[in-house]
């Protein structure tokens, strides 16, 4: 088996493939061009951010049999081409939870007190205690947009500085909001009563542009806006527009629709502090994202178990020996049918009988 390896990872996981009998290129920094010429070759893609794996590049990777993400974001993954060809998408989602949630309240923080804007004025030898007067956290609401792993982090950290959260999240459940001491509100009551808004949802066509200059004026004045998500979720014109009007008192900003940036007037504005798509990336994120995703590569190419699939449910090590039979048999009949209907195959219904209606079949959605 062979794994290429296109972006940056802590060497401890391509080191954790190569122990396991995995022959493993890295090769960082390739043209889209290059990795379509090389990836025919390789059975498994680790990435992280910056390769972006299209139809095209699919297409071509006439081996390849899982995609692997160090890391919770798959916006630079065609996932659809994947599954179409069969090819497994994995991710690691917990493991830059924590990095990611402390990055976004460390930006709250920063936000709120100014902290880069004085930092840089006294490295400029000046002594402007009047020019950054802050607000407090405390007692104030905070919205978030998001309660997954991260955004529910960040949750149990704002309940330390007293401020009461409220989120939006049409898949959280009214058992985790209590558990959370979350208040469950509509995305429009959210925008409407926060003073702080900080945003952990994956950008979807759902999501794209959700904060706009239409749901910008319904938030209250001087609303602050963080950003640790992804970048098109915030609409960054209308966002330069609101802040030059005075109606949001502020943003910080991690992510950007295109990174890097070519219009930098957004950031070059007084009230925005920002980071360079920094939530994730600490030592001891960037150590277990890369571990992870090396153990699951590895499991899947040499045992067949999926772990954190996107595309597909995922199979404990200990019924794969029963179930692989009738995968296989799934697999083949999909493609027989695939080629006997001209029409095309728009629904398809499974049942599960004799000895594999005995083995568990609840698992959880991939999505």
């Not at 391509?14 to 390739?30: F, P, S």
């Not at 640790?228 to 950007?256: H, M, P, T």
Request: charged share 25%; proline share 4%; net charge negative.
């Amino acid at each position: 088996m062979k794994v290429l390896v296109s972006d940056n990872i802590s060497p401890k996981g391509v080191e954790l493939m190569k122990k396991a009998g995995i022959h493993v290129d890295v090769r960082t920094g390739m043209s889209p061009e290059e990795l379509k010429a090389c990836i025919a070759e390789y059975h498994g893609l680790v990435i992280r951010s910056a390769t972006k794996v299209t139809s095209e590049i699919i297409e071509a990777a006439a081996s390849l049999k899982v995609i692997g993400r160090a890391g919770s974001g798959l916006d630079n993954v065609d996932k659809e081409a994947a599954t179409k060809r069969g090819i497994v998408v994995m991710n690691t989602p917990g493991g830059n939870t924590i990095t990611t949630a402390e990055h976004a309240i460390a930006l709250m923080f920063a936000l709120a007190r100014n902290i880069p804007q004085a930092t840089l004025s006294m490295k400029e030898g000046k002594w402007e205690k009047k020019k950054f007067m802050g607000v407090e956290l405390f007692n104030k609401t905070l919205g978030i947009l998001g309660l997954g792993n991260i955004g529910s982090q960040v949750a149990r950290r704002a309940h330390a500085f007293e401020m009461n959260v409220i989120g939006y999240d049409p898949f959280l459940s009214d058992e985790k909001a209590r558990e959370l001491g979350v208040e469950k509100v509509s995305i429009d009551e959210l925008f409407r009563r926060s003073d702080f808004i900080t945003i952990h949802t994956p950008l979807t066509p759902e999501t794209k542009n959700l904060v706009n200059s239409e749901s910008i004026q319904t938030m209250k004045d001087g609303v602050y806006i963080i950003n640790c998500a992804r970048g098109g979720i915030v609409n960054e014109g209308d966002l330069y527009d609101a802040i030059q009007s005075g109606k949001v008192g502020g943003a910080a900003l991690d992510v950007f629709e295109k990174e890097p940036p070519e219009d930098f007037s957004l950031i070059r504005l007084d009230r925005v502090i920002c980071t360079p798509h920094l939530a994730a990336s600490t030592r001891e994120a960037q150590e277990n994202v890369a571990i992870a995703i090396a153990e699951q590569v590895v499991d899947y190419l040499l045992n067949g178990t999926i772990r954190n699939a996107v595309n597909f449910p995922s199979i404990p090590a200990d019924q794969l020996p029963r179930l692989r039979p009738y995968i296989t048999l799934s697999e083949a009949l999909g493609s027989f049918a695939a080629q006997v209907y001209e029409g095309g195959i728009t629904e398809v219904t499974v049942e599960f009988r004799g000895e594999a209606g005995e083995i568990d079949t609840t698992s959880p959605s991939p999505h």
